[in-house]
């Protein structure tokens, strides 16, 4: 099969609706985010070359190349994030006939879970960078894209606490506590910026301000 960023949209989305495990919501949560981030970069291009933004010029290609590299993080993220749980998926097919092979088996599947769930949480740390950037685009960048660069908040925030959801559900079944703890704190920390960051950006457009209240 094809990388997944390789898909068609269609064929991604044929794949998520299937019965196969994956693409699931690890990938689609970092699909959101690159589309999200793709959406601030637009805005920032939308503003390079226009006489009445001329001010902000250098800073939006400045946020254009910044952004160019969290999209293709958060692309290549979502095949990750496919990988990882292939890996895990395979140790629990590992035999278990004997005391060794269990002590194997089960090592192989803790060591996939925490795999599985180093890669969501990189994509909502990603994901997390999207909003001084959407912030950016939506004060200071082309006014008829603003829509554009509120999406952007909101898909960031979207993409954050949906891929949260998966470290979370790993974590239910990781057995190293210091593991846990350490990334439960980090979880915690990442779910409260990204619905502050993103009705700060809401609350300070007209456009959207019916969602902050």
Sequence with gaps: MAELKELTIAQFIDATASDA????????AALAGSLGMALAE???????????????????????AE???IREELLSAVQKDHESFTA???ALKLPKDTEEEKAVRKEAMQNGLKEATAVPLFVAETSAKIFSIAKEVVEKGNKNAVSDGLM?????????????????????????????????????ALEAQARTCEQEILAGNELSVSFTK
Excluded: H, W
């Excluded at 226009?50 to 290609?61: I, S, W």
């Design 67 to 69: 952004a160019e590299m």
């Design 152 to 188: 952007a908040a909101m898909l960031a925030r979207t993409a954050v606490l949906s891929a949260l959801l998966n470290v979370k559900i790993n974590l239910g079944s990781i057995k190293d506590e210091t593991f846990v703890a350490q990334l439960a704190a980090k979880v915690e």
């Design 21 to 28: 495990p994956a693409p699931g919501g690890g990938g689609v």
């Design 42 to 64: 637009m805005v920032a291009n939308l503003t390079i070359g226009k006489t009445k933004y001329a001010d902000v010029e250098e800073e939006m290609r400045s946020l254009v």
């Design 88 to 90: 895990y998926m395979e």
